[in-house]
């Protein structure tokens, strides 16, 4: 609403800044706010808008505002583009997204079949209903069909002011399809425009806002920013995703005083459905969390940029312009679809967990050890590559995870939660000086596979309070694998076993020699064995991994 500006949204944007204590502001009123007792609110207006600002506080200083960017957008059935992006970016970006819709479109990756308008006073009803109660901090317009609803949604900014209004023009789609008629632009230029902190163009629109101009080459899309910024925004930016002459996605941003041209390598991909509406819901995301005009607009093709390149590949619809996976998760489905992706207990089965030291000795690979132990029978994989450079490593893990991938065997990483999560690992095997279960829970998420290495009854406990899916028990036996390690010997384990509210995989000093006489402890929640130097530290680690698994298979069916 014209002259954004973080440093008039006192104090430092919504956020508290480390020398200020929110206690010593001013405390202006004291009410309930949901389950929590609010100290106080504190109002900052914008000099300009005079918006209040409004923090709420707990009695344990936690902030309960969160940035809010309301849509007033068109309903995109194939949820590429839309109102539907915009929740999605927002989601993505950590930000509430509220949502006035202005058309619903009947469109896929083919084009668009239909558009139905919302009734004028609908709209304006949405936007009362939001904007009169939901501490809004920033408007984002996407389709706006009618001229009508323009005038709606200015008077509704008049009399709800907030602190910055993000104009996305939206007239035309890239399938090439009429989403607002040329009668709008007046609508655009009276009414929008001067109260828009940023105006945001793809090409074509800026052609139609400046009476048809060809926009071919970035110097017509500098001189469309600046006939543009004469219609009244703060600042403008105008889009080339579809300027096919750069090999660059390039855009033109320009304040009033300077032009900026933002460049980032073109993703080749159909899958562009959509780019438009999400980087400005961005933008607005950004603005929202106190982001200054420039560094929001960064942060936002930043993100597109990497939204399309994770989703170059993933195909949906047959059209000519499929949507992208705002929420980069579509991809791993696709990776892991040959395996359910919870944890089965029974895959501790026969557990192979590789030494560094002992592949160099026998002069292997990593990746020839792991696919040597999957195709003698192991059953999950962990890396425990204490001296690895974490470069190498995390190479070697990359190549393990296709391996283990393609078996359906899942592979876990020792220790290394920044590896895991780089090269995708289905989880983490951490032990009692590692980082906490709960700590890497939150680091991994819900799905991914965590175990935790317990000598006792109450680290077994922990690990189950921790959110950990396994726990590893030993050394059952005494091992040359750990230094200093205390073995707990059979009847540890079966302490810990009994125990357990987790399933349990046993380890130390296991091989052909001992591997029944653990199992026959006869505890249900004894899973499986792992081993490290009975196969790594052999010759043919396939050989002894048959070996241990054909005995395994006969034990258990005797033990049953
Ligand atoms: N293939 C691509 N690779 C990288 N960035 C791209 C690509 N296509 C578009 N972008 C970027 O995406 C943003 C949106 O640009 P674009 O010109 O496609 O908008 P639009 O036509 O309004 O989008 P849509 O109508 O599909 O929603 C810009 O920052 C642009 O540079
Ligand atoms: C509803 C809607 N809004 C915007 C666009 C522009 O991509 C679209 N295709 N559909
Ligand atoms: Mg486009």
Known sequence: MGHYDRSQILPSSLFFPKNCSPLSATQVSSKGFGQSRVLGYLFAN????????????????????????????????????????????????????????????????????????????????????????????????????????????????????????????????????????????????????PMADIVTPNLKEASALLGGVQLETVDDMRSAAKSIHDMGPRNVLVKGGDLASSLDAVDIFF???????????????????????????????????????????????????????????????????????????????????????VFDPSDLFLYAVTDSGMNKKWGRSITDAVKAAIEGGATIVQLREKEAETRDFLESAKACVEICRAYGVPLLINDRIDIALACDADGVHVGQSDTPASIARTLLGPEKIIGVSCKTPEQAHQAWVDGADYIGCGGVYSTNTKANNITVGLEG?????????????????????NARAVMEIGVAALKGVAVVSAFFDRESVLNETRKLHALLKETTSSVK
């Open 255 to 341: 304040d009033g005083d300077n032009f900026y041209e933002l460049r980032s390598p073109r993703v080749r991909t159909r899958n562009t459905h959509g780019t438009g509406c999400t980087l400005a819901s961005c933008i607005a995301a950004e603005l929202a969390k106190g982001s200054l005009m420039l560094s929001a607009v960064k942060v936002a093709k930043r993100y597109v940029g990497s939204a399309l390149d994770y989703s170059k590949d993933i195909a949906i619809g047959n059209g000519l312009q499929g949507p992208f996976d705002h929420l980069l998760k579509l991809k791993s489905n696709v990776h892991n679809s040959c395996r359910p992706q």
């Open 46 to 193: 914008s000099t300009i808008h005079q918006v209040p600002c409004i923090v709420a506080m707990q009695e344990d200083n936690t902030k309960l505002r969160i940035p809010h960017v309301l849509t007033v957008a068109g309903s995109d059935s194939g949820a590429g583009a839309g109102i539907q992006a915009d929740l999605k970016a927002c989601a993505a970006r950590g930000v509430y997204c509220s949502t006035v819709i202005t058309a619903v479109t009947a469109q896929n990756t083919i084009g668009v079949q239909g558009v139905n308008m919302v009734p004028e006073d609908f709209v304006a009803e949405q936007l009362k209903s939001v904007l009169s109660d939901m501490n809004v901090d920033i408007v984002k317009t996407g389709m706006l069909p009618s001229i009508g609803i323009v005038k709606v949604l200015h008077h509704c900014l008049k009399q709800f002011p907030v602190r910055a209004l993000v104009v996305d023009p939206v007239m035309v789609s890239t399938s090439g399809d009429v989403l607002a008629g040329p009668s709008i632009l007046a609508g655009f230029r009276e009414d929008l425009f």
């Open 493 to 513: 384990l079966k302490a810990v076993c009994l125990s357990s509210k987790l399933p349990v995989v046993a380890i130390g000093g296991i091989g052909v020699s």
